[in-house]
């Protein structure tokens, strides 16, 4: 088993369909990484301990809380972050049926919020209420959104090519 | 007479019907009533300085709509910025060690060991009463540390009651 640590080391991260070079300590989270070190700031890092999900990625599509993440395990899948649902200046229908609902307050928990309903939708394209209640179960809104993003998730499943 | 800021709306529009100081007037058609059941139009006198007649509800862009959040697009897509996604040169990182045990006598506290912390820019002493407001203990944090930053090392006397040590230890991030 090879060794890493404690010093920085380089790695490879595939975030977002591109390739990002950058020096990790073997400790560093992969919430860090995307924030800290790429400023990639539409993670975000509420409890950083893995109980609000508001630092949500998708690890080859499969929702994770980064910050329970280490960079160094992230190596060799792909990563998406919100900045990558919405590619191209194009928004994706989960985003667009957020803002129509008004499914935030503050909008610290929406990214969490979207990449989870996003992931919901990839994997089950109509969903019911109680599947998206599940869906958000470990999304933590302390603005209490909650009924807003249930009704724009359920909207979004409506829309045609929910696709990101 | 009452002057007009006094009276409702039903009553201001009758003042202005039966005007007789020889104040300009004019003579609109209005909407009035409620949608779907008493809407009508109607004709009242009214200042010749009125603004005009508001349209009915289906035909205003604002009243009693819901406009779209300003700032929804940039929180959906993550690019909206918050204070904790900001990223500053030479901002330092904070590190509170508290009293181990509760409503204790505090007899000495000892910071020989955050000193000698190489990366360590300042360290500071600092003991709340528990039973203080958060406003009070703030008070004493920021004197606390402008005081650790012109690198006194005064110690408050330690107080007969519930208290609370805060030790700060500050670093540069490497």
Redesign the interface.
């Known amino acids: 088993m090879k060794e890493f640590g404690p010093e920085p080391f380089p790695v490879t991260l595939h975030i977002n369909g591109k390739e990002h070079a950058l020096q990790i300590e073997p400790r560093t989270t992969l919430a860090d990484a995307l924030?800290?070190q790429l400023?990639?700031?539409?993670?975000?890092?509420s409890c950083d301990r893995g109980v609000c999900s508001s630092c949500t990625v998708l690890l080859d599509r499969m929702p994770v809380n980064s910050c329970m993440t280490l960079a160094l395990d992230a190596v060799g899948h792909q990563i998406t972050?919100?900045?990558g649902?919405?590619a191209n200046e194009q928004?994706h229908p989960v985003?667009a049926a957020?803002?129509?609902h008004?499914a935030?307050q503050c909008?610290?928990c929406?990214?969490g919020m979207?990449i989870s309903c996003v992931s919901l939708l990839e994997k089950n394209p109509h969903p019911t209420e109680a599947d998206v209640r599940y869906a958000v179960s470990g999304n933590l809104c302390r603005c209490g959104t909650y009924p807003k993003v249930f009704a724009a998730t359920l909207d979004a499943a409506t829309q045609p090519a929910s696709k990101a | 007479m009452a002057t007009a800021t006094t009276h409702s709306v039903a009553d201001a529009i009758l003042i202005a019907a039966t005007d007789s100081s020889g104040a300009a007037t004019k003579t609109v058609s209005m909407p009035i009533g409620v949608p779907g059941y008493t809407l009508h139009d109607e004709q009242r006198t009214v200042p010749a300085t009125e603004p005009p007649v508001l349209p009915v509800n289906k035909d205003l862009d604002y009243i009693g709509k819901s406009p779209e959040r300003w700032d929804g697009h940039a929180k959906v897509t993550g690019r909206a910025r918050y204070t904790a996604d900001v990223q500053l040169p030479g901002m330092l990182y904070a590190r509170f060690v508290n009293a181990s045990i509760p409503h204790a006598r505090v007899l000495s506290i000892d910071t020989s060991a955050a000193e000698r912390e190489t990366q360590s820019v300042a360290v500071t002493r600092l003991q709340l009463e528990e039973s203080r407001s958060w406003s009070r203990g703030s008070r004493f944090f920021q004197k606390e540390f402008s005081a650790a930053f012109d690198h006194s090392t005064e110690v408050y006397e330690a107080l007969p009651v519930m208290a609370k040590i805060l030790l700060a230890a500050v670093s540069f991030p490497s």
Do not use: Y
Request: glycine share 8%; no cysteine; proline share 4%.
């Open positions: 924030r800290i400023n990639m700031t539409g993670t975000k890092i972050t919100i900045e649902i919405s928004i985003q957020f803002v129509r008004d935030m909008g610290f929406t990214p979207v």
